[in-house]
Structures are given as structure tokens and as C-alpha cells.
């Protein structure tokens, strides 16, 4: 297809921007999905499939690959991208708007993973201790949080089952609660936005994380 006008790509940007004003929870997800549904269909105009390591493409859409693998795969794919804009040959007008575009992509994946992470404590709120097993609290950890706690300065990365089987319940309710500490000081000590930047995307993903961690640890068993 022909390569879309600046008028297009800055028309199709400010309805997305629109979504962007929706706080992240889980009442929103709808209409938040919407706005990201309508960011990777622009991004799939204006830069074709997303990018997995340079010069390799997906094989499938922007929207395949946030549903197969998820959104830390989207923001590589960004990140890519950019590196790729930059290098281009092209007008610098041009580059200057897709690298808008790319700024407002990450924005709405930000939106995003703050969504999830709060959908997902919600659902965690609901249940009590005894609810999940153990075992089903770590699974929900690894996939919506990280595959492990963030390694002590010079020590190697390690999961959270490791945790588990080395260091038992524990050890695993303890590396939560550093997690906890760490999150609470980021958010402490985090930069406001000024009001023309409106939501914080980047708090709110951190604020939902924290909440999300004191649930699983709410409802791990003593």
C-alpha cells in the first residue's frame, strides 16, 4: 500500500492520544484495548510487521505478536524500530513524526501493562489464602510480574522457582517483600509529570506491581 501521509499518520495519532487519557484499571480495559488495537494497526501502516531482533520481523502482526507473546516483546519491537528510524535516509520532517509515533506506542504500552497489572490484583483481592496453591501464586508471579526477583548488585539472575525449592516458602515470601521495598522506594522517589503530560503511566505500572505483590503475599500460606 502507499506509504501514509504525515496529515494521516498525525490525524490517526490524536484519536489514539484520546485513549491515552483513560487511568489504567480494569473497569477501562475495553476501551483501553481499543486504543491499543488502533496504535498497532497504525504501526503496521506505517512501519509494516514489528521487528524482533534488527533486520528480522515478526511473522505476524503487531497484534499477534502482543497476544503470542506479550507486551515486553511490543516495547522491543519499539525499541527497534527506532533504532531503524533513526538510520533511515529519509526527510527529517518524516523522521520526526515517526519517532513522535514510536514515543506515543510506548505511552500506550505503558497504558497497558499498568491494565494488566491491575486486572490482575483485582483478581487476586477476590481470593483468600488457600484459594491458589502455592505453586499457582508462582506461575501467576513469573507471567505477569518477571521470572524472577531483581539479583542482589553481582549476582547472577535466578527465578522464582529457584527460590521455592532452594529456600522454601520463606524464602520466597521474603525475596516478595524486598521486591515490595524496592517498589515502595521507586515510587517514593519517582519524578512527577507536569500537568501537559497528564497520566503517569510509568508510576501507575510500578503502583499496580507493588499492589499486585502484596496480594500474592497476602495469600501465600504462613
Do not use: C
Request: aromatic share 6%.
Amino acid at each position: 500500500m502507499p506509504a501514509l501521509s504525515a496529515a494521516e499518520i498525525i490525524k490517526r495519532a490524536e484519536k489514539i492520544r484520546d485513549y491515552q487519557k483513560l487511568s489504567p484499571t480494569s473497569s477501562e480495559r475495553l476501551h483501553i484495548n481499543r486504543g491499543r488495537q488502533l496504535m498497532y494497526e497504525l504501526l503496521k501502516d506505517v512501519f509494516g510487521d514489528p521487528l524482533v531482533a534488527p533486520s528480522k520481523a515478526y511473522t505476524g502482526d503487531w497484534e499477534m505478536l502482543f497476544t503470542n507473546v506479550g507486551a515486553e516483546a511490543i516495547q522491543t519491537a519499539i525499541t527497534l524500530q527506532q533504532q531503524v528510524v533513526q538510520q533511515k535516509n529519509i526527510d527529517e520532517q518524516q523522521r520526526k513524526i515517526e519517532l513522535v509515533l514510536l514515543k506515543l506506542a510506548t505511552h500506550t504500552n505503558n497504558q497497558v501493562k499498568a491494565m494488566l497489572l491491575n486486572t490482575g490484583a483485582d483478581f487476586l483481592s477476590m481470593k483468600n489464602p488457600g484459594d491458589i496453591s502455592p505453586e499457582g501464586l508462582l506461575r501467576r508471579l513469573e507471567n505477569e510480574i518477571s521470572k524472577g526477583p531483581t539479583p542482589p548488585e553481582g549476582q547472577n539472575v535466578f527465578t522464582w522457582q529457584t527460590v521455592l525449592e532452594q529456600q522454601t516458602l520463606s524464602g520466597l515470601k521474603a525475596w516478595i517483600g524486598y521486591e515490595i521495598g524496592v517498589l515502595e522506594y521507586q515510587i517514593n522517589n519517582a519524578v512527577a509529570k507536569t500537568e501537559k503530560e497528564k497520566v503517569n503511566f510509568e508510576l501507575a505500572i510500578l503502583k499496580n506491581k507493588l499492589a499486585y505483590l502484596q496480594q500474592i503475599l497476602r495469600l501465600l500460606p504462613e
